[in-house]
């Protein structure tokens, strides 16, 4: 297999010229390009977005590679990312480890954690897997508040070392100081995530994750372990996740539970995915850019300023008389219900088929399930697991 892909007789080199793919992976490809020259254009509070977004999109693939593609709903992943970054941070603070060496090693706790989380896996599957995943991090939040010299309780952990010398791009102390060295991490770790993700579910192993989501009793019939392989997907997560996580934290000074390990955070993870469309990989790489810039765009709303004149107006709800900025949450809240209302299957299912529909209109696939999309079958799948558990039986 040495130089060879498994899809037909085409070589790595073949599949990975420009020239030779489809429009839609061309289009992803100039979308990467753009992400290296926008720093030239853009000033330096918008940089310091786009490397949060960066970050909450690695997240955000790290959970599809599990729950995407396994179907193992995880409600609980910031698990990950806080185990990830809170020991990056313990070590580089009260160890003096050196952040380049302390992120890494943080990513290792939390590929262990995923490996504890997923041994319940092996036993439980469905809601009752999901509970699990949901309580995890809840412990660890509490566990926390009972080392507060260690762990910087409620305040977190605060004025950790930042990482430094990063050879041709220059310093990266924090994006407060240096936004666009900030920018590139993110960036780099981003792009890392993403070739990662991408190479293993397209590779025979990711196809066996696609057929552990559908059918797991088939999966083991064939001779091969699914447990080995939901294993195998829960670490690499839990690995990605926490390296996520430590660089973020380093980037920005800080590890703090309300940006790493809160409830929210894990939930916003799954909307973003299935916005931008679950079980993809680059679907969940965009949900999670488009989640979290939508989010900020929103809240940045309060004020509009008037062309040629410069004057700033302030935006208020009619009727309620309330600023857009009080209560931008809840309008982000409702925006992101009518995106998951009206593209339920993702942005970029939908983006790709419509293309594909308009420009291939010959080669339409026959769809063998009745036409549904990936996430709604990982949705129907864990609903049935759910009305299973309640005594009702599977549709």
């Known amino acids: 297999m040495s130089g060879q892909a498994r899809s037909g007789s085409k070589s790595w080199a073949d599949i990975l010229n420009p020239v030779e793919m489809q429009r839609h992976q061309q289009v992803g490809l100039l979308g990467i390009l ?8 853009l000033p330096a509070i918008y940089a310091i977005y786009l490397a949060s977004a960066l970050f909450f999109a690695t997240f955000v ?4 590679f599990v729950s995407g593609y396994t179907g193992e709903i995880s409600f609980g992943h910031g698990l990950f990312f806080g185990v990830g970054g809170y020991a990056s941070g313990m070590l580089n603070l009260h160890v003096g480890i050196d952040p380049w060496i302390a992120a890494p090693l943080g990513a290792v706790a939390a590929g262990v954690a995923g490996l504890l989380i997923g041994f319940p896996s092996l036993r439980v599957k469905g809601p009752y897997f999901s509970l699990i995943t949901l309580v995890t991090p809840i412990i660890l939040i509490s566990v926390f508040r009972f080392f507060p010299d260690w762990t910087g309780g409620e305040l977190g952990l605060v004025s950790v070392g930042a990482v430094e010398n990063f050879g041709a791009i220059g ?6 100081v240096d936004p666009y060295a900030g ?3 993110a960036l780099f770790v981003f792009l890392f995530a993403l070739a990662l993700f991408v190479a293993i579910t ?5 196809m066996v994750f696609t057929a552990i989501r559908a059918d797991e009793i088939s999966v083991a019939a064939t001779g091969k372990n699914p447990a080995k392989f939901k294993l195998f997907a829960f670490v690499v997560s839990g690995l990605v996740g926490g390296f996520a996580g430590a660089m973020y934290g380093h980037s920005v000074g800080g590890f703090n539970v309300s940006e790493l390990l809160a409830l929210l955070i894990s939930i916003e993870v799954i909307i973003a995915a299935i916005l931008g469309g679950i079980g993809t ?6 949900g999670g850019l488009f989640f979290y810039l939508l989010r900020v765009f929103i809240r940045n709303l309060d004020t509009v300023t008037v062309p040629f004149t410069g004057a700033e107006i302030e935006l208020v709800i009619p009727l309620l ?6 209560i931008y949450f809840l309008l982000f809240g409702i925006v992101t219900f009518a995106f998951l209302f009206y593209l339920p299957e993702g942005i970029v299912p939908r983006v790709v088929g419509e293309w594909r529909a308009r420009s291939e209109p010959q080669s339409g696939e026959a769809v063998a399930d009745g036409g549904t999309s990936r996430g709604e079958r990982v949705v129907e ?15």
């Open 61 to 64: 693939m790290s959970w599809d």
């Open 183 to 185: 920018y590139y991490l």
């Open 281 to 286: 990989i680059t679907g969940a790489a965009v």
């Open 202 to 206: 397209r590779s025979d192993a990711g």
């Open 34 to 41: 753009a992400l290296f020259v926008l720093p030239v254009v």
């Open 321 to 326: 008389d309330v600023a857009v900025g009080e």
């Open 381 to 395: 799948s864990w609903t049935d697991d759910l009305r299973e558990l309640f005594g009702g039986d599977r549709r």
């Open 171 to 176: 310093p990266i102390p924090s994006p407060g």
